[in-house]
């Protein structure tokens, strides 16, 4: 049974919680599932900071690269999911202390495209010999 990975995952998982942080002084309150608040933390304590740092840098960098964050939640959501993703491609090792400021993010994100071009490529491969 594939769905008893997440079936029988501990149901506090998808629980949401609401925090309340300041950014630029603005007090703000954020609501995710506890899984996307436990990965945020783990992506904290990497870089030696609190949730409420890393989600106030996440917003500031993302306002200096000009990025529309009418979604913030929704950005902070896809940043869990790609550093699960970067992750489990081996392009980082969720256990390493190294902080994730001092990578070389072009070249990650070069070989992230490159790892999912090629998993494409066999998608499209694999259904054109289905049929």
């Not at 945020?40 to 409420?52: G, W």
Request: hydrophobic fraction near 40%.
């Amino acid at each position: 049974m594939m769905c008893g990975l997440f079936i029988n995952a501990d149901a506090d998982l998808w629980e949401s919680k609401t925090r309340s942080m300041r950014i630029e002084g603005v007090v703000t309150s954020i609501r995710m599932e506890t899984f996307f608040w436990n990965i945020l933390q783990e992506i904290a304590c990497r870089d030696e900071m609190t949730v409420n740092q890393l989600v106030t840098k996440l917003y500031l960098e993302s306002l200096d690269a000009d990025h529309d964050v009418g979604n913030f939640t929704s950005f902070l959501r896809v940043c869990c999911g790609r550093y699960l993703s970067l992750s489990a491609d081996g392009h980082l090792q969720r256990d390493e202390a190294k902080p994730l400021a001092g990578l070389a993010s072009a070249k990650v994100i070069e070989k992230e495209t490159e790892a999912a071009n090629l998993r494409q490529l066999s998608a499209v491969n694999r259904r054109g010999e289905s049929h």
